[in-house]
């Protein structure tokens, strides 16, 4: 199996900045994308950043010029800063990546288990 541990949320007001950390573990042959979604109370679950293994990146509008996706393919680990934070980012993010066990693995999609970021005075 693949694991992936978020860490980095937490309380922030607004206007502020926090840098989520999501590692991932386990029998890995190679990850392809990773991102991050999140979900706020009562609503769906929404792309906030991708990046493939290349390196190309994608946004959702709300997090354009705010929000930077980074990863290191060394150590398995995709990274979000967050910088002027609204009340409207909060919510639960989530780590996504999509990876290979084996050589002939077909791709699969992992989850982690979720980190709550609050923004608010």
């Known amino acids: 199996q693949v694991q992936l541990v978020e860490s980095g949320g937490g309380l922030v007001q607004p206007g502020g900045s926090l840098r989520l950390s999501c590692a991932a573990s386990g029998r890995i042959f190679k990850i392809n994308a990773m991102g991050w979604y999140r979900q706020a109370p009562g609503k769906q679950r929404e792309l906030v950043a991708a990046?493939?293994?290349?390196?190309?990146?994608d946004y959702a509008d709300s997090v354009k010029g705010r929000f930077t996706i980074s990863r290191d393919n060394a150590k398995n680990t995709v990274y979000l800063q967050m910088s002027s934070l609204k009340p409207e980012d909060t919510a639960v993010y989530y780590c996504?990546?999509?990876?290979?066990?084996?050589?002939?693995?077909?791709?699969?999609?992992?989850w982690g288990q979720g980190t709550q970021v609050t923004v608010s005075s």
């Open positions: 996504h990546a999509e990876a290979k066990r084996l050589l002939f693995s077909d791709l699969d999609d992992y």
């Open positions: 990046i493939a293994s290349g390196g190309s990146t």
